[in-house]
């Protein structure tokens, strides 16, 4: 029996999460799905964030320390190139890792593979905001010890991170040595053709200094490419009972080191603290990024890891009251939910002027790039919980504005054209009509512009920064449109947000929120009358805007009684779904686009997505129509797609149709539903899962920054609440006993609308109204066969695996 | 005074072009475009290339040795690659170079910066096929010679080319040495970012053989990722009276030479014959093919070098009397015509089942790939005058089947989808969609299979690979396209011939070309019953390609009265052809395809060259008004549109403007139009003048077989008369003195269309009909500011040069 099947026979070869409404814990490791526990467990505070890599540092799938903003860049390549084809790649780099710490028993390494694993468990305290590992490790020698590592990223110092690392001798004294160690350009091991994964780059980091002292180590390395600096320490603190231990420090270019040996006598703990400082600049130099690694470092050790742990909960504690949702009747549910919004929080509450990525800091997926899913998914959670992340987040947008004009105006069009995908702010995709012919950023970003405004009152914010981003975004639509000879205006040539077509004419998404757009930099200019100018608005630009708005073309075919996708969307045949085998989603690894785009089939959601955020400009009927017709053709190979139909599902009565795609937006992460989740856990789809709770059954939305609440209560959950945060003031919402309550916490009135009434409540005054009787969901659509949503089972298969096995069978 | 500018001095810096109706020659030497003049003077046999370097290699733009079908491999990059894009790029191979003779005049290089080139002319007879070199040089040194070179590649003796070289002292008793080379993996010094440019590869050729023997060296190499290899050998024949000279060959792995030196005295010249042979193969061993060298070089001293220049005119006296088109009038146009002829000819002739390249094997531009303009526009001009040339070609194209119908299935598609770009039949093209999208590729192919077997009667083709190429490109017709609800069939999501439209659906010239193929497969598989139920064509299918014809969709705007050049692109903006400056065209490299596809703004001819090929489905009031329509947006940045616009210019009555056009396409390579003949010369556009001859004025169509003429005579030619070879038979088409002459040369009679009138002509009895009267040309429709047709002028210039000029100064 060789040691590796005694460890697995010990722990089981897949791990278990048990069902924990604050918690998510791993009982038992799981070899072959370590990179999804990386991401899973991963720690962030939006500015620094570390992989939930195991302490020993191997075996893993990908070593991961990323800081927010920190990229190499690299010449991205063309078999053929064109004019205003991207020039650069830019990918998130691995910095110098800090989590590292190996022990060693009597000679021999902790090692997963190694000896006898007789418990393992990690779990992470949505609460807290520690990741807790816990292990009893028999080595093959026969010494039995017990570790236990407690780590944060901590949100009240921005650049500093945390390790309490426990280790206790259990039957008999043993002798061990810890080695705890700073490691720049690791290797990894792990590569991939799937386009959605990163690009690898090797060596990335050019050493500048180390530096070793007491227990301290400092390095830094500049990249080779951007030319940006990192300086990254860490010290440590030793608390044992009993006789001293050997210290050892030691650093090389890439390499740095703290060793301690000593003998452990069992009920005798020794706890290491491993205190990490990171920092980064494009100007400084590395010895001024040494001084403030230095100072974080003695800030840290003074707070020590207890008083970080406190901070970090004080945090926390005040994030879930603007922030917790709650269901009951799911138990599952309301812990994804939560897990859902912690990692929104730890992802951004620190951000400060930075991008959020698709994949937060959480791993390497997509390059670390930022898409225009922040603004249209993540934010709006955001913006009605943490407004101020919100404000640094457009902040960030704000800043690559010098970028995105230069763009515009090598693309020959006027005002700002913003980046499909961007750490620094250049566009960074090399396939262009799927990329810079996406010009539904700009709308996303200007759509997030408007409702943090409205949302909180931001006077600075709009006329500043705010008002700049829809003034350039609204020069964009009007020089990309244009109006036909009947006076309407149309925006050609464009890809919306279904990746599964592509250079159309008119997408009703695109359009509509462009209209907003428009008409929101015309009220903005008009607010802002001065600042406007100074922007060069004038009379002429404000009316062309508005004309645009109002004439903005929406296609709709009156025959089929539905909206086109865009002008020709249903002028096409229908994806052959009955030809295609469960094994060909997803469909964009299987076909080409060549095929994709000339036919009826959406990868997500579209003109569904329209529905929502511009609900406003479709009838009940409309929406019922469209949602039946698309839901038949939308396979759903992007997870930026469940959520978005659970929110129409839920508004047009499918609410059992709701449930299901809320949970498979919401499971997407802990359940592994794409498959991907080792290249870090989906943010867009975790923010989506509370929007298909708040938009879905809260029956939330803000058009025209009106609250409005069409609430609806499925049948499997007995009580939902969520709060909102909405200038200054909460507004809780409770859905529970046939019946729907509003109630402020806070000074002032909050106004609503709750079905078609308007109401105002105050602390004072909550206001409690029966919630609507919906008739039942008797006729739900059909999805293309085998892409039902992802209903997930007791056994942790989901639907697509199950239809797979289904199709295969022949049924 | 410098050796440089002496030499200039002496010859003019800007070589002279005289006017000749059978020879280009070139008086004097342009430094700085010796590009354009290894183009013009390239010589091959459709088998093997030779540029026209100067003798002794240096100065050069790029020097090129090229074998029809060698390639080397390279996989394609792609910053995002995406299913289906291709895999691998291919490039021709600048094989080793035999073209290289060296001279040493007491001790001094004879090069043509140093010293003083008295004289220097080049001059290419079209009749010989031979590259004659004359020039006198005076060394600093003061010494004299007049070197003669003659160069061929043969016409017979497909893997040969010959030089002969010829030194003589002029004022006194020179020493001379004589370096004659073979040199593989030359250094190129140019280089290019320009993306119809090529592929640069170094080091392309592994040395396998090299052997030196007599005055004989053979090497052979073999490439790097195709794997095909190539033996080259030269042998050498010295006439000299008087004393012997020294002889010395030696050859390396990359390397051979011959070196004689001797004393010449003055009116006593050497003349050095040097025998090149090729022979290449992907299977064969290298001492195979060196015993193949050795083979052809015997047989080449055998013929020597005037027994080859005797058969290139026999053969050259053939090929003419089938071919020439005589022009009257218009000096410089007839050498222009006859310059493109004799380059078709020698591009084609010994091709014998390779492709035939964009550049012939003139230069390395676009890589040295074929291209649709292959079926589409040369294939028509040599059907009429070599058609066993055609069948080679269109035999390549079958021989390519299995790819195109592995591609198709890669794709999701039935049948073959012929490559956009290739040499070896793979698709080459990094950038699908202009390329994969575009399969009208496959149209073009059926089109010229159509037109081979309508002019020739060759069953054989006809039910052999002429059946298939109809057959799997039906497939693909009915596997892309859809019959919708009214039971109209489109195809959706293709890219027409005009490459700033993209994607689009029911492009007019892709529905109407693959309506002629599905008709034509139906027709041919009816004929060949037997074999195209070999090839599984049943009822069922025959059935389904006549119901995809016959309904074929073309949109037709009635409002507008004009065909769309696609569904939706009336629908778009005009291009901003006033806010365009002469210096932004070719747009392509100046404004991104994000913005040039959702604008009308036409590259090349596409509505109006499905105007041309399918003539048939257009009245002639369509006819007009999409004529004037399209010129009004196209900026002819394809060297692929001018001559189609001739064509339906002429068809409409603007004879001026017709001219104009056919002027353009004659003198797209004589004079540099498109300032890159350097490249290679421009196949398409010269068999598009004699299209625009023969199409245009000659009102030739042969829609459904038919021979049909509606000859019209520009006021500026007096006389034009052409030659069309029909099932054995030679059809003379003379306009003249107000009216025609259809005359037959050879058995049987030719049945024509002169009109509306069915006449039928035998050598005995021609038909002579007055020129239809045509009222004039009042109102020709305009072009693009910039961008009318490029009228050469006395001086050199041309329109686009002359219209910058215009412009530039505020005209």
């Given at each position: 029996?060789?040691?590796?099947?005694?460890g697995?026979?010990?722990?089981?070869?897949v791990?278990?999460?048990?069902?924990?409404?604050?918690?998510?814990?791993?009982?038992?490791?799981?070899?072959?799905?370590?990179?999804?526990?990386?991401?899973?467990?991963?720690l962030?505070?939006?500015?620094?964030?570390?992989?939930?890599?195991?302490?020993?540092?191997?075996?893993?799938?990908?070593?991961?320390?990323?800081?927010?903003?920190?990229?190499?860049?690299?010449?991205?390549?063309?078999?053929?190139?064109?004019?205003?084809?991207?020039?650069?790649?830019?990918?998130?780099?691995?910095?110098?890792?800090?989590?590292?710490?190996?022990?060693?028993v009597?000679?021999?390494?902790?090692?997963?593979h190694?000896?006898?694993?007789?418990?393992?468990?990690r779990?992470?305290?949505?609460?807290?905001?520690?990741?807790?590992?816990?292990?009893?490790?028999?080595?093959?020698?026969g010494?039995?010890?017990?570790?236990?590592?407690?780590?944060?990223?901590?949100?009240?110092l921005?650049?500093v991170?945390?390790?309490?690392y426990?280790?206790e001798?259990?039957?008999?004294?043993?002798?061990?040595?810890?080695q705890?160690?700073?490691?720049?350009?690791?290797?990894?091991?792990?590569?991939?053709?799937?386009?959605?994964?990163?690009?690898g780059?090797?060596?990335?980091?050019?050493p500048?200094?180390?530096?070793?002292?007491?227990?301290?180590?400092?390095?830094?390395?500049?990249?080779?490419?951007s030319?940006?600096?990192?300086?990254?320490?860490?010290d440590?603190?030793?608390?044992?009972?009993g006789?001293?231990?050997?210290?050892?420090?030691?650093?090389?270019?890439?390499?740095?080191?703290?060793?301690?040996?000593?003998?452990?006598?069992?009920?005798?703990?020794?706890?290491?603290?491993?205190?990490?400082?990171?920092?980064?600049?494009?100007?400084?130099?590395?010895?001024?990024?040494?001084?403030?690694?230095?100072?974080?470092?003695?800030?840290?050790?003074?707070?020590?890891?207890?008083?970080?742990a406190?901070?970090?909960?004080a945090?926390?504690?005040?994030?879930?009251?603007?922030?917790?949702?709650?269901?009951?009747?799911?138990?599952?549910?309301?812990?994804?939910?939560?897990?859902?919004?912690?990692?929104?929080?730890?992802?951004?509450?620190?951000?400060?002027?930075?991008?959020?990525?698709?994949?937060?800091?959480?791993?390497?997926?997509y390059d670390?790039?930022?898409?225009?899913?922040?603004?249209?998914?993540?934010?709006?959670?955001?913006?009605?919980?943490?407004?101020?992340?919100?404000?640094?987040?457009?902040?960030?947008?704000?800043?690559?504005?010098?970028?995105?004009?230069?763009?515009?105006?090598?693309?020959?069009?006027?005002?700002a054209?913003?980046?499909?995908?961007?750490?620094?702010?250049?566009e960074?995709?090399?396939?262009?009509?799927?990329?810079?012919?996406?010009?539904?950023?700009?709308?996303?970003?200007?759509?997030?512009?408007?409702?943090?405004?409205?949302?909180?009152?931001?006077?600075?914010?709009?006329?500043?920064?705010?008002?700049?981003?829809?003034?350039?975004?609204?020069?964009?639509w009007?020089?990309?449109?244009?109006?036909?000879?009947?006076?309407?205006?149309?925006?050609?040539g464009?890809?919306?947000?279904?990746?599964y077509?592509?250079?159309?004419?008119?997408?009703?998404?695109?359009?509509?929120t462009?209209q907003?757009?428009?008409?929101?930099?015309?009220?903005?200019?008009?607010?802002?009358?001065?600042?406007?100018?100074?922007?060069?608005?004038?009379?002429e630009e404000?009316?062309?805007?508005?004309?645009?708005?109002?004439?903005?073309?929406?296609?709709?075919?009156?025959?089929?009684?539905?909206?086109?996708q865009?002008?020709?969307?249903?002028?096409?045949?229908?994806?052959?779904?009955?030809g295609?085998?469960?094994?060909?989603?997803?469909?964009?690894l299987?076909?080409?686009?060549?095929?994709?785009?000339?036919?009826?089939?959406?990868?997500?959601?579209?003109?569904?997505?329209?529905?929502?955020?511009?609900?406003?400009?479709?009838t009940?009927?409309?929406?019922r129509r469209?949602?039946?017709?698309?839901e038949?053709?939308?396979?759903?190979?992007?997870?930026?797609?469940?959520?978005?139909q659970?929110?129409?599902?839920?508004?047009?009565?499918?609410?059992?149709?709701?449930?299901d795609?809320?949970?498979?937006?919401?499971?997407?992460?802990?359940r592994?539903?794409?498959?991907?989740t080792?290249?870090?856990v989906?943010?867009?789809?975790?923010?989506g899962?509370?929007?298909?709770?708040v938009?879905?059954?809260?029956?939330?939305?803000?058009?025209?920054?009106?609250?409005n609440?069409?609430?609806?209560?499925?049948?499997?959950?007995?009580?939902?609440?969520?709060?909102?945060?909405?200038?200054?003031?909460?507004?809780?919402?409770?859905?529970?006993?046939?019946?729907?309550?509003?109630?402020?916490?806070?000074?002032g009135?909050i106004?609503l609308?709750?079905?078609?009434?308007?109401?105002?409540?105050?602390?004072?005054?909550?206001?409690v109204?029966?919630?609507?009787?919906w008739?039942?969901d008797?006729?739900p659509?059909?999805?293309?066969?085998g892409?039902?949503?992802?209903?997930?089972?007791?056994d942790?298969?989901?639907?697509?695996?199950?239809?797979?096995s289904?199709?295969?069978?022949?049924?």
């Amino acid at each position: 029996m060789t040691a590796r099947r005694r460890g697995a026979a010990t722990v089981g070869r897949v791990a278990d999460f048990p069902t924990d409404p604050w918690v998510l814990t791993e009982r038992g490791i799981d070899l072959d799905a370590l990179g999804r526990g990386e991401s899973l467990f991963a720690l962030s505070n939006g500015h620094l964030g570390l992989r939930g890599n195991l302490d020993e540092g191997e075996p893993r799938h990908l070593s991961g320390t990323y800081l927010n903003g920190f990229y190499e860049s690299y010449p991205l390549e063309y078999g053929e190139r064109g004019f205003g084809f991207a020039e650069d790649g830019q990918v998130v780099v691995n910095v110098t890792d800090g989590k590292l710490i190996r022990l060693q028993v009597e000679d021999e390494p902790l090692d997963v593979h190694r000896g006898a694993l007789e418990e393992h468990e990690r779990s992470l305290d949505f609460r807290t905001g520690i990741l807790t590992r816990r292990l009893i490790w028999r080595s093959a020698g026969g010494h039995r010890v017990r570790v236990t590592s407690r780590r944060l990223v901590s949100l009240s110092l921005r650049s500093v991170a945390a390790i309490s690392y426990e280790v206790e001798a259990l039957d008999e004294p043993v002798r061990i040595a810890l080695q705890s160690n700073l490691q720049a350009n690791e290797r990894q091991t792990h590569s991939t053709d799937d386009p959605r994964a990163a690009h690898g780059l090797q060596d990335t980091l050019k050493p500048c200094l180390d530096k070793a002292n007491g227990k301290r180590v400092v390095l830094a390395h500049r990249t080779r490419n951007s030319g940006l600096a990192v300086a990254a320490g860490m010290d440590h603190v030793i608390e044992q009972d009993g006789h001293d231990a050997s210290l050892l420090v030691a650093s090389e270019e890439d390499f740095g080191r703290f060793t301690l040996s000593t003998e452990l006598a069992p009920g005798k703990p020794l706890r290491l603290s491993k205190f990490l400082a990171y920092h980064w600049s494009g100007q400084q130099t590395v010895e001024w990024l040494r001084d403030q690694v230095d100072a974080s470092l003695e800030s840290a050790r003074d707070e020590g890891f207890a008083g970080l742990a406190e901070s970090q909960r004080a945090t926390l504690d005040r994030f879930w009251t603007h922030a917790d949702i709650e269901i009951d009747g799911d138990d599952e549910l309301q812990q994804a939910l939560r897990f859902a919004m912690f990692h929104l929080a730890q992802s951004s509450l620190r951000g400060e002027g930075r991008a959020l990525a698709a994949k937060g800091l959480t791993g390497t997926g997509y390059d670390g790039h930022a898409f225009w899913d922040t603004e249209a998914y993540v934010l709006p959670v955001l913006t009605y919980s943490v407004p101020h992340v919100v404000r640094g987040a457009l902040e960030w947008r704000h800043s690559t504005l010098p970028l995105a004009r230069e763009r515009a105006a090598e693309l020959g069009l006027a005002g700002a054209t913003l980046p499909w995908r961007t750490i620094h702010g250049e566009e960074c995709s090399a396939y262009w009509p799927a990329s810079t012919a996406a010009f539904h950023v700009n709308a996303g970003v200007a759509g997030a512009v408007v409702r943090y405004i409205t949302a909180t009152g931001d006077e600075e914010f709009s006329a500043g920064p705010g008002l700049e981003l829809l003034v350039e975004s609204a020069r964009l639509w009007r020089s990309l449109g244009f109006h036909d000879d009947a006076g309407a205006f149309h925006l050609p040539g464009v890809t919306g947000p279904d990746e599964y077509s592509a250079l159309v004419d008119d997408n009703v998404y695109t359009n509509l929120t462009a209209q907003a757009n428009l008409r929101a930099a015309v009220a903005a200019a008009e607010r802002h009358g001065e600042e406007a100018t100074a922007l060069g608005v004038g009379a002429e630009e404000r009316a062309a805007w508005q004309a645009a708005a109002e004439a903005m073309h929406v296609p709709f075919d009156e025959a089929r009684g539905l909206h086109p996708q865009d002008a020709a969307f249903l002028d096409h045949q229908t994806w052959d779904f009955a030809g295609t085998l469960p094994e060909d989603y997803p469909l964009l690894l299987h076909y080409p686009y060549v095929l994709l785009y000339a036919r009826q089939v959406v990868k997500q959601s579209d003109l569904v997505l329209a529905m929502h955020v511009r609900g406003d400009a479709f009838t009940a009927e409309q929406k019922r129509r469209n949602f039946d017709y698309y839901e038949s053709i939308t396979v759903r190979d992007s997870s930026l797609s469940a959520c978005t139909q659970a929110v129409l599902a839920a508004e047009v009565g499918h609410l059992s149709l709701a449930m299901d795609y809320l949970r498979e937006a919401a499971f997407m992460d802990v359940r592994d539903l794409a498959r991907n989740t080792s290249d870090g856990v989906h943010m867009a789809s975790l923010a989506g899962a509370i929007i298909a709770v708040v938009a879905g059954f809260g029956g939330f939305r803000d058009h025209g920054g009106e609250l409005n609440f069409r609430p609806r209560l499925p049948a499997d959950i007995e009580r939902l609440a969520f709060p909102l945060t909405v200038r200054g003031a909460v507004l809780r919402v409770e859905l529970a006993d046939g019946q729907v309550t509003y109630r402020v916490d806070g000074e002032g009135s909050i106004t609503l609308h709750h079905e078609s009434e308007r109401i105002e409540v105050t602390a004072d005054a909550p206001a409690v109204r029966p919630l609507a009787q919906w008739p039942g969901d008797e006729a739900p659509p059909g999805q293309p066969a085998g892409r039902e949503p992802g209903v997930v089972r007791a056994d942790g298969s989901d639907a697509h695996r199950g239809a797979g096995s289904r199709r295969s069978s022949g049924a």
